[in-house]
């Protein structure tokens, strides 16, 4: 029992350092993506570092959810494809420890990885999309300009959805604008004109939107009646004061509100079932992701093992192609949930139970002394494909 428990915590201690490694490396990777977006803010809308900083740390939770089960994986799999590669899988089989026995640390791991992962979802991605929205609005309250970006849908105003091809930063004029404007209640006017002018205000908060050579299609919600307006100047006047606020307070969506508010507004009854829907997949995702750890870390146990008989390089590559199938599945899974044919439940944790039903497969596989290998049916499959392929070429 002390050697078992010696090699417990050996193995347990040699998943840590891949571990941190990765999740360092891929939440950097993640973070890169952004780089692109900040420069502008900084370069364009004269965004202080300090906020800029903040918007960073905000962010992280999101990426954190998704790279906590992917470090995950990675060291697990590196840890038992290294101890296979080095022979000390097989000098453990010799001294009489079987692969059962080898479970509790990697399942502690695991675990562990869940608990993390799932105190991110819960208290972290809600609090940091909320605190990147409540930052971007203070930054926009200060600077019109960020609350208008080229080529994209920006709804920061609310009530006011804005869509601009090309925006001039030194002379702050547009081209090919379109203004929906929804805050006269029942009315929506929707703008649409070739160029158009930011103007800043002297003092206050109230900006303006100066259109030229447009057209006004306005709808009238109640009276289900249709007008339009020819005009050759006309102004939009927007009070930044009132940026995504209702009654003075920050609107939050779904997945920006906390568990127990999310939890409460389901037992309440939504009517709307496409917000229900919404709402119950994004309550389901808070727990299927962090158990990702759990399928993931199940399955690349057997996948590193199998380097002991196989090339390492399989051993790697079938742990990516799981790696990316889950996501795939969890990507189809939110796909198929919003359509609402599906329930909920289903489509976010049908991937864990898909993934870790291969995990115990393979793992039933090498106790046996078996090679780890996709199914029949899919090899051949996949050598069909490769034959197509190859005559094509």
């Not at 001294?95 to 799932?118: D, E, H, I, N, Q």
């Not at 289900?224 to 009132?242: H, P």
């Not at 969890?330 to 995990?359: D, Q």
Request: glycine content about 8%.
């Amino acid at each position: 029992m002390k050697n078992f428990n010696i090699i417990n915590r050996y193995i347990f201690r040699e998943l840590l350092s891949p571990f941190f490694i990765s999740l360092f490396f891929l939440t950097f990777v993640f973070l890169m993506t952004r780089i692109p977006e900040i420069t502008n803010m900084v370069v364009n809308y004269n965004a202080d570092i300090s906020s800029v900083g903040l918007m960073v740390v905000y962010t992280l939770p999101r990426f954190l959810e998704f790279t906590i089960p992917m470090s995950v994986m990675i060291s697990i799999l590196l840890t038992f494809m290294r101890m296979s590669g080095e022979n000390e899988i097989v000098a453990l089989k010799g001294a009489g420890v079987s692969l059962y026995k080898l479970l509790p640390p990697v399942l502690l791991f695991c675990l562990s990885g869940v608990l993390l992962s799932l105190w991110i979802t819960v208290f972290g991605v809600s609090w940091g999309k909320l605190s990147l929205k409540t930052k971007m609005i203070e930054i926009a309250g200060s600077n019109m300009d960020i609350a208008i970006q080229e080529r994209q849908f920006n709804s920061k105003i609310e009530n006011i959805l804005i869509y601009v091809s090309h925006v001039d930063m030194s002379t702050k004029i547009m081209k090919d604008v379109f203004i929906e404007d929804r805050r006269t209640k029942g009315i929506v006017s929707i703008c649409v004109s070739p160029s158009g002018k930011l103007i800043r205000p002297e003092n206050g908060q109230i900006y303006t939107i100066r259109l030229y050579d447009g057209v006004i299609n306005q709808v009238d919600i109640n009276e289900k009646t249709v007008s339009n307006i020819e005009f050759g100047s006309y102004d939009i006047n927007i009070d930044l004061n009132s940026l995504n606020k209702v009654n003075n307070k920050i609107s939050k969506d779904l997945d920006e509100i906390s568990l127990v508010d999310l939890v409460g507004s389901i037992r309440s009854g939504i009517k709307d079932k496409a917000l229900l829907t919404e709402a119950l997949m994004e309550l389901h995702e808070k727990f299927s992701i962090p158990f990702a750890c759990l399928s993931l870390g199940f399955l690349a146990f057997p996948l590193g093992i199998q380097a002991a008989s196989l090339r390492r390089s399989s051993g790697f590559g079938l742990g990516l192609f799981f790696f990316f199938l889950y996501y795939f599945l969890l990507a189809a899974g939110w796909s198929a949930g919003e359509t609402g044919n599906y329930p909920p439940i289903i489509c976010m944790w049908l991937p864990n139970f898909l993934i870790g039903g291969v995990g115990v497969y393979f793992f039933v596989r090498n106790a046996k002394e078996k090679p780890v290998q996709l199914p029949g049916f899919v090899r051949k499959a996949g050598l069909v494909l490769k034959q197509k392929f190859a005559r094509k070429i």
